[in-house]
């Protein structure tokens, strides 16, 4: 959700900052001002008792006196006989205190001393004043200036003004039009307009009015575009805010926000109250996810209000997390947020659509083809989706052309996955082969294999984001489900570039770290969540804690499994890096052909590729692999779309970092 409020936050918090910095260095050089200036004083004065002052009188010593109200100040004759000093020693005034004496002036007009009254010193009473009071008021503007933040802060004073952060727009100006894909989430949606349009409708007949709705998907699927199309829908007020910005450090403030946002939407009703990100407030309040207490008064808050409001006036509550396993189970009951719409990652027609909807604006030439490019980008969310469309719309401007063509889409797609070129980036010959031979590792496998997906484009060129070369497949179909077969090919695949590099150089580098993580990411999955190893069966050992975010998961067996759990994985990848070693051996023309190639042309397209491949094994053109297995797309679940890309990042480039 677009923010407009945070960036004024930033301002304010930089505010005071200066102002105190300023106050302070304020204070200190009046501070030290008037340090030296009484070292300056006491280094230049020097007092004497009067007796003293009137023996130097008599003596002739003094040049001339001045008369204070409390003091005399003497200035002292220049010494007789000694002129030259009198230029570079200092003349040190003495000062004596008033004494009751009436015969002083005589005796001064005798001794033929110049006698001078003081006059009433304005301007350094004024100055003293001065250096006297201004550090207190700075002091008095600095403690005002912060009781005032801190009775903001924690509502003591600011029970109405806290709404600052309260994002509201009267319109929200986007329909149900303007989020592709999602039909399912949509539908479900469309009641609750209904309901907000005529809410008198259904409360005549006694229908309870849903309070709320749970928005539950992955960052970026088009959360807080629906809660806005919803407004936009049933031409309501849309007032939103993120869970974290009820988090303060002050106890009471979330509590007081939560109060605020829903007597300003009564005031307002009907209309959407939108919540992002709610579980930043509404985590479950046992211990197992941390509890502390100004989050639970939030959430206490947040209850009651729900509780309290009445529906026939129209107000609906939409909030978007992603992750739903750690709310509190009392935000779900009925009555609450009782109904849960889910937003997932957009299918092959899904992201088609949202190509569609972006690209509406975007002037596109005849060579364009949308379909091809969702294709490609499986696993990528609508804001992924929007962003390649002018990314690919900037590629058009750099290159001077007027319209964007499917290249440019393509470089788009790339640049998203796995960042920009680096052409400037200089290989040695010798890290090219190794780089080459790698990839034409991986990208043979996938020939060889037939349940492998086709290749599209093998590059050498440097990526900004680490890769230094890598294989694009583009799979023909949409996938939701994978055979074990296929899991086992994707191990060997992943496998092969390491299994190339040794083949050929008989040595391996470094370049492989990346393709065994994710190697080891599938096969453990298979030991422990899918059930695909001999030894263990159908026991899950694994559960997936956040599915809509990382998808990490939690082991939860014994310590002696574990260790076993390791021993199988290990297993299935020694099996997966032998066969992928055999392979390559066997096809060891094919492998040298098309790495020389790649070394020489730094990027072949997938039909090079198969062309090369089929003049070697002597298959005629055109016995195309396009008989592949259907896989029924019933299910969802469990087809965790694999990356299909592989890089061969970080270390081999240890010296990216200085490029
Ligand atoms: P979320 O709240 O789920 O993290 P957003 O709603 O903020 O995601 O989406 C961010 C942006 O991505 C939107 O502004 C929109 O441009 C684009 N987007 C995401 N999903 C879709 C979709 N289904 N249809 C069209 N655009 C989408
Ligand atoms: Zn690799």
Known sequence: MENNNSNNNG??????QTFIILAAAAIITLMLFSFINNLLVDSSKKQITYNEFLEMVDSGQVKSVEIGSDSITIIPAPTSGNNDSVLTVPIITYYTGIVEDDTLIQRLLDAGVSVEGEIPDRVGFLESLLVSLLPLLLIWLLLSFLFSKMAKGSGMMGVGKSNAKVYVEKETGITFKDVAGEDEAKESLQEVV?????????????????????????????????????????????????????????????????????????????????????????KSRDARYGGDSEREQTLNQLLAEMDGFDTSKGILILAATNRPEVLDKALLRPGRFDRRVIVDKPDLKGRVEILKVHAKNVLMDDTVDLDAIALATSGAVGSDL??????????????????????????????????????????????????????????????????????????????????????????????????????????????????????????????????????????????TQYGMSEKFGLIGLETVESKYLDGKAAMHCGDATAAEVDQEVMRLLKESYERAKQLLTENREALDKIAEFLIEKETITGKEFMKIFHEIKGIPEETDTDSAEEVSGAAKEGGEAVTEIQELPVNLAKEEQDV
Not at 386 to 406: D, P
């Open 11 to 16: 301002r304010n918090q930089k505010g005071p």
């Open 194 to 282: 209904d309901f907000l349009h005529n809410p008198t409708k259904y409360a005549t007949i006694g229908a309870k009015l849903p309070k709320g709705a749970l928005l539950v998907g992955p960052p970026g699927t088009g959360k807080t575009l629906l809660a806005k199309a919803v407004a936009g829908e049933a031409k309501v007020p849309f007032f939103s805010m993120a869970g974290s910005d009820f988090v303060e450090m002050f106890v009471g403030v979330g509590a007081s926000r939560v109060r605020d946002l829903f007597k300003e939407a009564q005031k307002a009703a009907p209309c959407i109250i939108f919540i992002d990100e709610i579980d930043a407030i509404g």
């Open 386 to 527: 929007a962003n390649m469309i002018n990314e690919a719309a900037i590629n058009a401007v750099k290159h001077g052309r007027q319209v964007v063509s499917q290249s440019d889409l393509f470089e788009a797609v790339e640049v998203v996955l796995v960042g920009k070129e680096k052409k400037d980036r200089i290989m040695s010959k010798e890290e090219r082969r190794i780089v080459s031979y790698h990839e034409v590792g991986h990208a043979l496998i996938s020939a060889l294999e037939k349940d492998a997906e086709p290749v599209q484009k093998i590059t050498i060129v440097p990526r900004t984001m680490g890769a230094l070369g890598y294989v694009m497949n583009v799979p023909e179909e949409e996938k939701y489900l994978n055979t074990e077969k296929e899991l086992r090919t994707m191990l060997v695949k992943f496998l092969a570039g390491r299994a190339a590099e040794e083949i050929v150089f008989d040595t391996v580098t470094t370049g492989a770290s990346n393709d065994i993580e994710k190697a080891t990411e599938i096969a453990r999955a298979m030991v």
